[in-house]
T-cell receptor, first 114, second 115 residues
Framework: DAGVIQSPRHEVTEMGQEVTLRCKPISGHNSLFWYRQTMMRGLELLIYFNNNVPIDDSGMPEDRFSAKMPNASFSTLKIQPSEPRDSAVYFC????????????FGPGTRLTVL | AQTVTQSQPEMSVQEAETVTLSCTYDTSENNYYLFWYKQPPSRQMILVIRQEAYKQQNATENRFSVNFQKAAKSFSLKISDSQLGDTAMYFCAFMKKSNTGKLIFGQGTTLQVKP
């Protein structure tokens, strides 16, 4: 299996621009998670989906962040407009189901907002 | 709320030696899972080992083993015969057994294996 695929691996943008991060979960996995990693806050869950439905978005920092999962094999995390404090590594992870299964992480997207 | 604490920001070990990374957690839950993830310089988060709280037997994966002390809420990772490729940041993580799947991570421990 190819594992969780994320694109792009690196993104550099200017403040105010829209940023879209993409994720393809492992085939057959029903749960998908978006995490953010920063030096100050460590790894934190932003949102997760179960069977393409957003279940918990309480970790989404503010309305500038949105996530979608239009089908079982694709999810996006969008930031509009982006700000320098959004600079971080964003991870996507998937698992067979939520609640008890191991999450497998993608390689992450390093976002830099200038 | 659950919290996970890794009290050792950095550690080092000589190649072929054994090292133990500490992790404590706080929860009122009885059913949960604990994980160790490894993050090498490539940034990829790699699962090292998983422990189910209802199992008393400590999990092992080749050179990696855990010491799970449920009453003490302690979950340490032992790496035997350390290899240069073990150099990475290691994260301890907690997940309540529920329908949420939310992982709570510790702050991480940076491990340097020296030749």
């Amino acid at each position: 299996d190819a594992g969780v695929i994320q694109s792009p691996r690196h993104e550099v943008t200017e403040m105010g621009q829209e940023v879209t991060l993409r994720c393809k979960p492992i085939s057959g996995h029903n749960s998908l998670f978006w995490y953010r990693q920063t030096m100050m806050r460590g790894l934190e869950l932003l949102i997760y989906f179960n069977n393409n439905v957003p279940i918990d978005d309480s970790g989404m920092p503010e309305d500038r962040f949105s996530a979608k999962m239009p089908n079982a094999s694709f999810s996006t995390l969008k930031i509009q407009p982006s700000e320098p404090r959004d600079s971080a590594v964003y991870f996507c992870a998937s698992s067979l189901s939520s609640g008890s299964d191991t999450q497998y992480f993608g390689p992450g997207t390093r976002l830099t907002v200038l | 709320a659950q919290t996970v604490t890794q009290s050792q920001p950095e550690m080092s070990v000589q190649e072929a030696e054994t090292v133990t990374l500490s992790c404590t957690y706080d929860t009122s839950e009885n059913n949960y899972y604990l994980f160790w993830y490894k993050q090498p310089p490539s940034r990829q988060m790699i699962l090292v080992i998983r422990q189910e709280a209802y199992k008393q037997q400590n999990a092992t994966e080749n050179r990696f083993s855990v010491n799970f002390q449920k009453a003490a809420k302690s979950f340490s990772l032992k790496i035997s015969d350390s290899q240069l490729g073990d150099t990475a940041m290691y994260f301890c993580a907690f997940m309540k057994k529920s329908n949420t799947g939310k992982l709570i991570f510790g702050q991480g421990t940076t491990l340097q294996v020296k030749p």
